[in-house]
């Protein structure tokens, strides 16, 4: 398709690749400032059917770093807007929006309807949730955070079986809850690279490619560019 001639170009994607992405099923949880990214890219690059499971609604304070939502979106939820540009930038994909907030009830249910899961939420809740859903599903799971000119990527429940939990422990994470980026705040641009690197490890996922995000962080300091990948042990609880 000539869509996509340039990446199949690529000798890691090829033909074949194309079609292992056109029949992939990707879910994003969270349509914010990492979901925008991940979604935008994985959709233009033909992953076949995009989940986006996400029930806030778009703020004037998103649009900053939220760049598919406009002026005249506010108010509506995120999850529908940003199906509808995918599905406007690329009419040959399936987008479904999940306007719900994912809970023990439900995660299971929706989480298994897809292939890989992209972690783009900001709350401890949802990420021990998901976490746990993904293990439970033998689901990959990409994660990402960002915070103020700092972003991290990681592969969880891969070839090294790591949690997140395994990384960090419950109390850890809860601490870490109380700096959420609307105390710390976030830089736009750091949002988009690492969502960009977190789409890049979903595709690579896809086409069955070696990562060494599975079982390693990659670390990401927008202010000074640093980038450092530190390996991962298995957190002592």
Known sequence: MLRYVQQTAVPEIGVYGQHVIDEAKVLIVGAGGLGVPVATYLSAMGVGEIGIADFDTVQETNLHRQFVYLPEDVGRYKAEVLSDRLKAQNPTIKVTSHITQLTAENAAEIIANYDLVCD????????????????????????????????????????????????????????ESQNTCSIAGVVSTVCGIIGCQQANEAIKILLDLESNLDGGIFCYDGKNNGIKILRLQKHDL
């Open 120 to 175: 783009c939420t900001d709350t401890v809740a949802a990420r021990l949730l998901l976490d746990r859903m993904c293990y439970d599903g033998n689901k990959k799971l990409v994660y990402a955070a960002v915070k103020g000119w700092e972003g991290y990527v990681t592969v969880l429940h891969g070839k090294a079986k790591i949690k997140l939990t395994d990384i960090f422990s419950e109390a850890d994470l809860l601490f």
